[in-house]
């Protein structure tokens, strides 16, 4: 429903949240949060009146949209007949959110272990394959991000681990495919394939495979930049794994539950990791959770010896039933098939069309309702728009970009020098077409600092 503007109490909220609430990875003094007063679908509202289409999904997470009916009133039955109750125990919501994210995982990945989003779910997955393989260090792309606690943003590749990176022996970063700004010399999806796994192998045998517990790779990454891998890396690096007795690790946690088209980005690649990592659009994040699905020889590492490690919420009731309500939502309503037949027909040739007219688009990649365009100065040598990392006036011509998209109605996902289409996986196909034509008049904006 949409809300009735009120600007008194909207300045009261951002009163309140100015005095009082500290914010994520940002100076507190230099932000000025929108004060949100409503949310419906792939919408929200701010006091003015404004409205917004989202193409963030928040961050990345609510892929039925905000305020699925369904999903609130399942929400709403667990609260009325139990709100929460202790992890040991065996809890029908529980039970039904494992039976049927096992279902939907590849392979024998039918453990599940909760947790409360996915950094915690990065934590466990490591210290799992650490305890299984008795080894000590875990293998991450650089061009990744795993979460914001120690280890997870240890393993993180993106410069948000630099200010709490501890050095921590144990973790080591290695290059994954990026053909466009290619680490390897490669010239083609097959080069960048074979010379990216030829690296990894030198860093695993460089390493001492007998201390390489586990490699960790977001199946698809995101947060860096919605990189597809080349056919061929994913399976060459399970079977990397398989040859040196390294646990694979697949973190879903932003690339799962239909975002790419599939349940599952692994579903892409046909391929299975022995753990993998998922949090956000299991209950499209109406409920923080997140989790780790395990395979059956890791399950088996833990059948008569205690796992060491739990969380007071793990599996909290009103988290499970969520997500019950929002995989049945999902099937119900074809929302997977959805995602990937509108990323081809719609998302994907929107924009293309949008980078032959701009300049500023240096590349468009993707699939399904995960898309990113990377913005540059030049075409042809590929500087960036803004330089790596930027800040401030050095950023200027992104922040230019952000807000002329949210002066056309919509609000963009931003990353450094890229902007990534990331809308609900369920948005319809008019408002997909909304977005891209506000997309359009906000890269006008962008090709003015090309
Ligand atoms: N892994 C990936 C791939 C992510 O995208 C994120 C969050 N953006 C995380 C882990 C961390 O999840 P959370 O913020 O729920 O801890």
Redesign the pocket.
């Known amino acids: 429903m949409t809300p009735q503007p009120n600007p008194q109490v909207g300045a009261a909220v951002k009163a309140a949240d100015r005095a009082h609430v500290f914010h994520s990875w940002s100076a507190q003094e230099l932000i000025d949060p929108l004060a949100v007063a409503g949310a419906e679908g792939s919408y929200f509202w701010d006091y003015e009146g404004n409205r917004y289409l989202d193409f963030t999904s928040g961050?990345?997470y609510t892929n039925i949209g905000y305020q699925h009916p369904k999903v609130v009133a399942a929400i709403q039955e667990q609260a009325a007949t139990m709100t929460t109750f202790a992890p040991a125990f065996a809890v029908e919501a529980r039970s039904e959110a494992a039976r049927l994210i096992a279902e939907r995982t590849p392979g024998d990945l039918d453990k599940i272990f909760f947790t409360n989003?996915?950094?915690?779910a990065?934590e466990h997955a490591t210290r799992m394959a650490r305890l299984h393989t008795g080894r000590p260090k875990v293998l991450a792309a650089y061009r990744s991000?795993?979460?914001?606690?120690q280890q997870?943003i240890n393993l993180t590749g993106d410069p948000r681990r630099w200010a709490s990176d501890t050095g921590t022996a144990g973790v080591v970063h290695f290059w994954a495919p990026y053909l466009y700004r290619s680490r390897f010399y490669a010239e083609t999806e097959r080069q960048e394939c074979e010379r990216a796994l030829q690296h990894l192998e030198d860093t695993i045998v460089f390493e001492g495979a007998q201390t390489v517990a586990a490699i960790i790779l977001?199946t698809v990454p995101?947060?860096a930049g919605i990189m597809i891998p080349p056919p061929g890396y994913l399976a060459g690096v399970r079977a990397l794994c398989d040859k040196y007795g390294i646990v694979f690790v697949l973190?879903e946690?932003?690339?799962g539950f239909g975002r790419t088209g599939e349940w599952f980005a692994a579903d892409l690649f046909d391929v299975t990791p022995d753990l993998m990592?998922f949090?956000?659009g299991v209950n499209s994040g109406y409920v923080p959770l997140?989790g780790v699905a395990i395979s059956g020889e890791i399950a088996e590492t833990f059948a008569k010896r205690p796992y060491p490690g739990g969380l007071t919420y793990s599996g909290h009731p009103l988290a499970c039933a969520a997500a019950v309500a929002t995989l049945n939502v999902m099937a119900d309503e074809g929302v997977v098939d959805h995602a990937a037949n509108l990323g081809a027909q719609v998302i994907e040739p929107g924009l293309r069309a949008l980078a032959e007219r701009h300049p500023s688009v240096g590349e468009v990649r993707g699939v399904g309702m995960f898309w990113a365009l990377e913005l540059v100065k030049n075409r042809e040598t590929r500087e960036p728009l803004v330089p790596y990392n930027a800040t401030g006036e050095a950023n200027a011509p992104m922040a230019a970009f952000g807000a002329a998209a949210k002066k056309h109605g919509l609000w963009p996902f931003i990353n450094m020098n890229r902007t990534h289409v990331v809308p609900p996986c369920n948005i319809t196909e008019t408002e997909a077409k909304e977005g891209l034509a506000a997309l359009d008049a906000a890269l006008s904006v962008a090709d003015e600092h090309t």
Request: proline share 0%; hydrophobic share 40%; glycine share 24%.
């Open positions: 961050l990345v989003g996915g950094a915690d990065v991000y795993h979460g914001g606690t997870a977001e995101g947060t973190d946690v932003m690339a990592t949090a956000k997140g």
